[in-house]
């Protein structure tokens, strides 16, 4: 059974930076690419960034680009999202979550039970 | 950038049919996807590729994409079925693209 567990979240101040973590068990974790999603208060789901099954390839979009990083432990399995320059507009709940590519498109089969993020001085 | 266009909000009485529109330029050109996320919980798929309900996900939720809009429909709709309905697309050049998210309310 696959399981996603997401940790890290916290309170930091506009401007901080935090680490998350997500564990990864149930199936082969390099064999897929994986990605964050997350939902701040009241609005929907945003996509904040992508990565690779090897790792040689990350993607985001133009709201983190240069803030975040995602990083993945092949060995551990275990994916990361570095966020860096952190603004009140972050706060939200992060999920990761198992890609799946098929025919031309990407959607995703698995989800965390997500971290909340809060930025507030 | 691509968008997704979603109704803040759908009512049904119980035991009978929701619809939950995504609107979208030329959407049925597009492989629509969508997610149930009840309150605290974790999203989960329920359809895959326009019309596909993952292993697990009852009969009644179905889906279709035609036009500009997609639909999830769910018959006889229960209690549980509460939750909010993303709809979500991937393609090259917009990579993930989600709607805002319909709440569901079954009176």
């Known amino acids: 059974e696959v399981h996603l567990v997401e940790s890290g979240g916290g309170l930091v101040q506009p401007g901080g930076s935090l680490g998350l973590s997500c564990t990864a068990s149930?199936?082969?974790?390099?064999?897929?690419?994986m990605s964050w999603v997350r939902r701040a208060p009241g609005k929907g789901l945003e996509w904040v960034s992508a990565i690779s099954g090897s790792g040689g390839d990350t993607y985001y979009p133009d709201s983190v680009k240069g803030r975040f990083s995602i990083s993945r432990d092949n060995s551990q399995n275990i994916l990361y999202l570095q966020m860096n320059s952190l603004r009140a507009e972050d706060t939200a709940v992060y999920y990761c979550?198992?890609?799946?590519?098929?025919?031309?498109?990407?959607?995703?089969?698995?989800w965390g039970q997500g971290t909340l993020v809060t930025v507030s001085s | 950038s691509y968008e997704l266009t979603q109704p803040l909000s759908v009512s049904v009485a119980l035991g009978q049919t929701a619809r939950i529109t995504c609107g979208g330029n030329n959407i049925g050109s597009k492989t629509v996807h969508w997610y149930q996320q009840r309150p605290g919980r974790a999203p989960v798929l329920v359809i895959y590729k326009n019309y596909n309900r993952p292993s697990g996900i009852p009969e009644r939720f179905s889906g279709s994409n035609s036009g500009n809009t997609a639909t999830l429909t769910i018959s006889s709709a229960q209690a549980g079925d509460e939750a909010d309905y993303h709809c979500?697309?991937?393609?090259?050049?917009?990579?993930?693209?989600f709607g805002g998210g319909t709440k569901l309310t079954v009176l």
């Open positions: 979500q697309v991937w393609d090259i050049s917009s990579a993930w693209v």
């Open positions: 979550a198992k890609e799946v590519y098929d025919s031309g498109s990407l959607f995703l089969d698995y």
């Open positions: 149930g199936f082969i974790f390099s064999n897929y690419a």
